[in-house]
């Protein structure tokens, strides 16, 4: 079992940062591909960005690319997400996910892949 625990959302201007943290109780934290997903009013969740174990590979939407990065501390049980050039929308409740299979070789970037969530952190980007 794993316990996501998301912060740093709230409401920023457009063109400024926010950093997102989820920390993640877990027995080897080191051992599972994250990501962190979105949903705005009305839409579906979608994937923002993923990051495989060892953090050496890394996935971006078209959205975010060039804006957000993804980050993970595997000696703090972290995960982050820095998100530069906010736009108005990128307003969404953002989400921690973490893939349940352990020592898998890459990320993922579908919902089902998705074991454990986290209960989400609102951003509201302001023109």
């Known amino acids: 079992q794993m316990r996501l625990v998301e912060s740093g959302g709230g409401l920023a201007q457009a063109g400024t940062s926010l950093r997102l943290s989820c920390a993640v109780s877990t027995r080897a934290f080191y051992g599972h591909a994250m990501a962190w997903f979105r949903q705005a009013p009305g839409k579906e969740r979608v994937i923002v960005a993923a990051i495989d174990r060892t953090g050496g590979s890394t996935f971006y939407s078209n959205a975010v690319k060039g804006r957000f990065t993804i980050s993970r501390d595997n000696t703090k049980d972290m995960v982050y997400l820095q998100m530069n050039r906010l736009k108005p929308e990128d307003t969404a409740v953002y989400y921690c996910?973490?893939?349940?299979?352990?020592?898998?070789?890459?990320?993922?970037?579908?919902?089902?892949?998705?074991?454990?969530w986290g209960q989400g952190t609102q951003v509201t980007v302001s023109a």
């Open positions: 996910a973490a893939h349940g299979i352990y020592w898998t070789s890459t990320y993922f970037t579908t919902k089902g892949d998705y074991d454990y």
